[in-house]
């Protein structure tokens, strides 16, 4: 066979159905040289506990040893679970070890959710923006996407009743606290709301979770799991208050949908990392996590801020934005006429990135005047710089 | 709705197809204590280099810091890439960085090549026995299996080129040395035949090569890839000379193939784990890896030549079974007639296990006199007592 064989004829019907990761061409030119970042949603490196690593890793060794190293339970390591049992058991979700499966980051649990529960052609359910990792998941079991829109406060109630009771939807995909990209959080009467619709149609909600711990300010929600247990796949991740190189999600799923996550989990790859697992469930159960997670929060809140006040006093009152209690995102909103990725490439000669929001939309062209902007890798003063050239961009782009 | 829920009307097509595992309910009487195990396909916890990972976790965080913890690339992190450059090399596999994909162990190869590549009904080739682990893997994509027939050398090129010509094949995967569960290896001049076949028929062989670092004897084999690196996935493992645990397993491709593999990975889990991947390259870069796989020889060698000599002495002659001159498994082969899973139940009132070999058949009828042997977790005195059994209970069972 000659060198130029391209196996193009190889391929399955649904790999012609996985999206590439569309943001990815435009921001390569976010390493050049001199350009503040606010296009992101990876941690601080400095939120990482470096100086306390080296002992947890003598701990693990010593506490574990070779168990620490060998294949282990596809269910996930137990001394980690039973770790996750009292970190969830603070956010009113009261579970046993043996409910909580592990996986390699929240996004493999996500992906193995599409693979149990999708077949083509499906219909799955977004709120609008939603979370673009998950569709990327979710697109290579090939479903028909729904839209359900939503407000400051979430997903409109009216909108997923609708939906509900039009057609079959396989499940509702929901980001319900500090929401990428926008910041928002589905509120605690919008959940109440939403878990006697999804109850009463026998629905199902994944609720991803990434971002709940990081709170700068206000009362914590209850997970919506909380309200609607017998009808919700919770997903969380300890990529934002640990480390997300470690790659460790993990979920609690509805005794039927939990096997076959097991089952799928088994087929695709055996486990997730012993050691990492160890290193975490150390992290937890050795009171780290304790002094580690207001660290973060001091490091944020602050960064937050400075990009809000930022944002008073540069952008233009055209401009509408959330002001969201935590997380690591803020959602900006131009007029309609505003294209949002032109902003982009002006911005960009100016030093200064983001993510233009239309990425976030199933229909792009219903995002056009949308932006994502990161405030936890910059600092204070990046962050007042990158808004003020904002600002400026968005005036003179206006003009033009 | 009522806590009856169950959701299998919410189950995928997919997930109907999925094989579970059906050895491990035989297989839960294994942890019975006093139990001797030759079932097990896992390496002795006395191979891991526990005293070095005190070293190499402190090198990973001076050198590397915050990165080891990060977010990293899809493609995997570059100094462990780097680093198999050169572990790859010295298997005559000439490749760079930007050619190899890491994975979440080689199952996770295994399941994302699935998802690329095969659509539900087509055909796959499988060598007769074959990897339980990769019938999992692919059993999750629907395809139809063609077994191909083997003999000591491997795989029958007449057999594979029959099929190749009957119909279309998608994939043949192939465990090309010390094979799972058979030990076999196909020999040079096998493989320089299949090369052939494959290249003319313009087909894609999956190399699946865990193993070929465990050589007790006798020169070694250059890879498959090395015949047919145009029609090859060259797949392995640190697993057997690292740690299984550290779940890292990587891939060199076609390139389309390649870039597919890349897209599917970025949906699924975003990237492996990040400190993992800083251990193993200081393993190998720091020369731990040229230490210890000595070592690992040196502790199952011995372990092998027991059980051969114990076979020699205990097993009725008319049983059949392989030599191999490395890996972990032997493979024994009743006469006609004899139920390896019936003996399996008698075996284990006497405190041994093994693994009934019709499990590793397309068709579980083809394998019921077989049965697979590990040598590598148990030691020679364990082998001793557990062969003498086994042959005692062969004779017994015979005259019933």
């Not at 002992?55 to 269910?75: H, K």
């Not at 046993?96 to 959710?113: R, Y």
């Not at 998941?137 to 979430?154: L, Q």
């Amino acid at each position: 066979m000659s060198v130029s064989q391209d196996f193009q004829g190889f391929l399955s019907q649904r790999t012609l159905s996985m999206r590439r990761n569309q943001i990815r061409e435009i921001l390569k030119v976010v390493s050049q040289p001199g350009m503040i970042s606010l296009a992101g949603g990876i941690p601080a490196p400095e939120t990482f506990p470096i100086e306390d690593l080296y002992r947890i890793n003598e701990a693990v060794l010593d506490r574990y040893g070779a168990a620490a190293l060998q294949y282990d339970l596809t269910e996930g390591f137990r001394p980690f679970r039973e770790a996750l049992v009292s970190y969830l058991g603070a956010k009113a979700i009261k579970v046993c070890a043996d409910e909580i499966l592990v996986f390699n980051g929240s996004q493999s649990v996500l992906d193995t959710l599409g693979k149990v529960l999708i077949t083509p052609g499906d219909s799955i359910a977004l709120e609008t923006p939603s979370y673009l990792g998950a569709i990327s998941a979710f697109s290579a079991y090939e479903p028909n996407y729904v839209s359900i829109a939503t407000d400051d406060e979430g997903v409109l109630p009216e909108a997923l009743e609708e939906t509900l009771s039009r057609q079959k939807i396989k499940f509702i995909y929901l980001v319900t606290t500090f929401q990428n990209p926008t910041g928002r959080t589905l509120s605690a009467a919008r959940r109440r709301q939403v878990a006697e619709i999804v109850a009463r149609h026998g629905a199902l909600v994944i609720e991803d979770d990434p971002y709940s711990d990081l709170r700068y300010r206000g009362e914590a929600v209850p997970p919506f799991y909380a309200f609607a247990p017998e009808n919700t796949v919770y997903v969380s991740t300890v990529s934002k208050v640990f480390a997300p190189g470690l790659r460790l999600g993990f979920c609690v799923a509805p005794p039927l949908i939990h096997e076959w996550l097991y089952t799928a989990k088994q087929g695709a790859d055996l486990h997730s990392n012993t050691y990492a697992q160890a290193l975490a469930s150390e992290y937890i159960r050795g009171g780290y996590i304790d002094a580690q997670a207001p660290k973060i929060i001091e490091l944020y809140r602050p960064r937050q801020e400075a990009m809000l006040a930022a944002m008073d006093q540069h952008i233009p009152s055209d401009y509408a934005w959330t002001k969201p209690d935590g997380g690591m995102f803020i959602w900006v909103e131009g007029q309609e006429g505003v294209d949002a990725e032109a902003l982009y490439w002006k911005t960009v000669e100016q030093k200064v990135a983001f993510v233009p929001g239309k990425y976030f939309y199933i229909d792009p062209a219903d995002g056009l005047p949308t932006m994502r902007l990161n405030f936890t890798r910059p600092d204070e003063a990046a962050i007042e710089q990158a808004i003020a050239t904002l600002g400026r961009v968005m005036r003179e782009f206006k003009i033009v």
